[in-house]
C-alpha cells in the first residue's frame, strides 16, 4: 500500500523536472515542434528574417521614389545578403536604399546566416508619367475643367491667365523657316527645346499677350476679352515675356516670348484639327478692327486662339539682314547695323495666313503687332 504513492511522488518529480527542462530549452531558443525536438533543432535554426519595406515620397512625384530596406533576425543569426528587384545581390545592411523611376511592384528577397529567406513586395505608384497625353501641371496652376488633350488641354493661374499643352510625342520639335536667311538661336529658344525633350510637350498663351504692371514690373497677360497689347517693340515683347514668370512667382517653370519652334509645332498640331489652317485665310479677324483676345470663333483651334488674325506676332527668330544707316560728315562715315526679327501671322488689317513670316527691325512697332508667350518646365 505504501509503494503506490511513492511511486506517485517519483512520477510526479520526473514531470517537474522534465517541465523544468522544458521551460529552459525554449528559453534558450528551443523549438516547440516535436518533429523539430526531436532533430536537435532550436528556434534560431528555423527563424525567418524579417523585411521592413517604406517609400518616399509617398505623395505624387514627377521623379523617382526610394525604397528603403530594412532586414533583422534575432539571436546569433546575421543577414548575408538582400536581393533587389534589378537581381544584385548586396552585403548585408540594415538599412539598404533602393531608387525606383516607375510605377509596379518591388520585391526584395533576405537571406539569414541560417539558411532561411524571406521575400516581401512593395507596390509603387505614386510616379507621374509625364507624356505628350499626360502633361504636368506647375504648381499654382490648376487644370480647366473640361478640357483634354487631344483638342487642348488649358491650365490657369489664380490670376486667370491661360496656358495651351502642345502635346509633341516624339519630343522633336518642327520648323517651317523657308530659308536660310531665318535663324533661330535665342537662349530661351535653346531651354525651351531641351524642356520639350524631356517633358514632351509645352504650354502656349491661350490668348496674345496683354499689358500687365506687377510691383512695378511690366508683364504679360494671357486672359480672355482684353483688348491686346499692341504697338510695341520686339525688345519691350521679349522683356515682358521673360519676366512674367517671376512676377507672377511660378514655380518649377519658365515663361518666354514665343519662338519660331512654338509657332511651328503649335500650328502643325492645329492642322490636324482644322485641315489647313495655318495656309488658309479664312480663319482669322481682318475686318480691320482689333477685337478683344478670343473674341474670333473661326480662329479657335484646340483652344488656341487668334493664331492666324487680329495681330501679327513677335517671335525670337532671326532675320538675317543687315541695314547700314550711313549718315556722312566731312571728315567720316558711321553705320550702324540694324537687328530683324521676325512677325507672324496675319492681323485686322492684313489677312495673312498664320504660317506667314516677314522680318522686321526691332526698334520698330507698330499698332497691328503685337505677341503671345510660351510655358515650359525648367
Known amino acids: 500500500m505504501q509503494k503506490k504513492p511513492l511511486i506517485l511522488i517519483v512520477c510526479g518529480a520526473v514531470v517537474v523536472f522534465a517541465i523544468i527542462l522544458l521551460v529552459v530549452y525554449l528559453a534558450k531558443g528551443g523549438s516547440t515542434d516535436i518533429k523539430d525536438i526531436a532533430a536537435g533543432k532550436n528556434v534560431q535554426e528555423l527563424e525567418s528574417p524579417t523585411i521592413e519595406l517604406s517609400a518616399y515620397p509617398v505623395e505624387e512625384t514627377e521623379g523617382s521614389v526610394e525604397i528603403s530596406v530594412v532586414a533583422s533576425i534575432g539571436g546569433k543569426n546575421e543577414i548575408l545578403s538582400i536581393t533587389t528587384p534589378d537581381g544584385n ?79 509633341v510625342e516624339t519630343g522633336s520639335l518642327i520648323r517651317t523657316a523657308p530659308s536660310d536667311k531665318y535663324l533661330e538661336d535665342d537662349y530661351t529658344a535653346s531651354a525651351f527645346n531641351n524642356s520639350v525633350a524631356k517633358y514632351y510637350g509645352f504650354y502656349i498663351a491661350k490668348y496674345e499677350s496683354s499689358k500687365d504692371t506687377v510691383n512695378g514690373i511690366v508683364v504679360s497677360k494671357s486672359v480672355e476679352g482684353e483688348i491686346p497689347w499692341k504697338n510695341v517693340t520686339y525688345d519691350d515683347a521679349f522683356n515682358a515675356a521673360r519676366n512674367t514668370a517671376t ?103 492684313m489677312d495673312k495666313i498664320a504660317n506667314s513670316r516677314i522680318g522686321e527691325r526691332t526698334d520698330l512697332q507698330d499698332n497691328y503687332w503685337g505677341f503671345r508667350m510660351v510655358l515650359y518646365k525648367e
Open 89 to 167: 545581390t548586396t552585403g548585408y545592411t540594415s538599412d539598404k536604399k533602393f531608387t525606383v523611376k516607375e510605377n509596379g511592384e518591388y520585391s526584395f528577397t533576405v537571406r539569414a546566416s541560417n539558411g532561411q529567406e524571406t521575400t516581401k513586395s512593395i507596390n509603387i505608384e505614386n510616379i507621374i508619367t509625364i507624356s505628350a497625353d499626360n502633361p504636368y501641371i506647375p504648381d499654382g496652376f490648376s487644370h480647366v475643367d473640361g478640357t483634354e488633350v487631344d483638342t487642348g488641354f488649358v491650365i490657369q493661374d489664380k490670376w486667370g491667365n491661360q496656358y495651351v499643352w502642345v502635346p
Open 247 to 349: 512676377a507672377y512667382n511660378y514655380i518649377g517653370v519658365k515663361t518666354a516670348l514665343v519662338n519660331s519652334y512654338a509657332w511651328d509645332t503649335a500650328l502643325n498640331w492645329m492642322n490636324n484639327a482644322v485641315t489647313n489652317y495655318s495656309t488658309s485665310r479664312s480663319y482669322g479677324n481682318y475686318s480691320n478692327q482689333i477685337l478683344p483676345t478670343g473674341s474670333t470663333e473661326s480662329d479657335i483651334v484646340n483652344e488656341i486662339t487668334d493664331m492666324a488674325g487680329n495681330l501679327r506676332e513677335w517671335t525670337t527668330e532671326k532675320y538675317d539682314e543687315e541695314v547700314l544707316n550711313s549718315g556722312t560728315t566731312t571728315d567720316d562715315t558711321t553705320s550702324t547695323e540694324v537687328s530683324y526679327r521676325v512677325v507672324r501671322g496675319g492681323s485686322a488689317t
